[in-house]
């Protein structure tokens, strides 16, 4: 079974959906024939491989990788807020919470640039995608009910 199962909507959901999105795009980015890497090789005398560099070479890439950590990180931070001990804090959770809504929908339009730059097939166009916008959804509704409850 999938690690992104339908989850029952509690708390921890957009979180968790948050966190498999970010795992999701960072494993799929490791993969070099796909999202490839540069780098160079030192050789010395003996023709033997002395030091290997190696640096990301597309800043598509990281920034696909830096959108889904970011989301990440805006669904964790907020959820730490306390607004029933801290409700002064209550805005800067629910800005939280809209700033990832807001890089879910960019994040969609770089999926769409990776489609083509990178020859992404269909399958994991879809897939993808589709993580992306049922983290939206997720993270929607707890901005929602965050407005109404608090």
Known sequence: MSSFTK????DFTPLV????????VITITNNINRFPDFGFKQINDQGAITQIYIQRQDSLTNWVREQA?????????????????H????????????????????????????RKHFHLSSKRVY????????????????????????
């Open 7 to 10: 989850h029952t909507f509690n």
């Open 69 to 85: 950590k970011q989301i990440y990180i805006l669904a964790y931070t907020a959820n730490e807020i306390n607004v029933k001990k």
């Open 127 to 150: 897939y993808w995608g589709s993580k992306t916008v049922e983290t939206r959804s997720l993270i929607e509704r707890w901005h929602e009910s965050d407005k109404s409850r608090y």
């Open 87 to 114: 409700p002064e804090l209550k805005e800067e959770r629910l800005r939280k919470q809209a700033r990832a809504i807001e890089l879910c929908g960019e994040h969609l339009a770089a999926i769409q640039l990776c």
């Open 17 to 24: 959906s948050a966190m498999e999105l970010a795992d999701y």
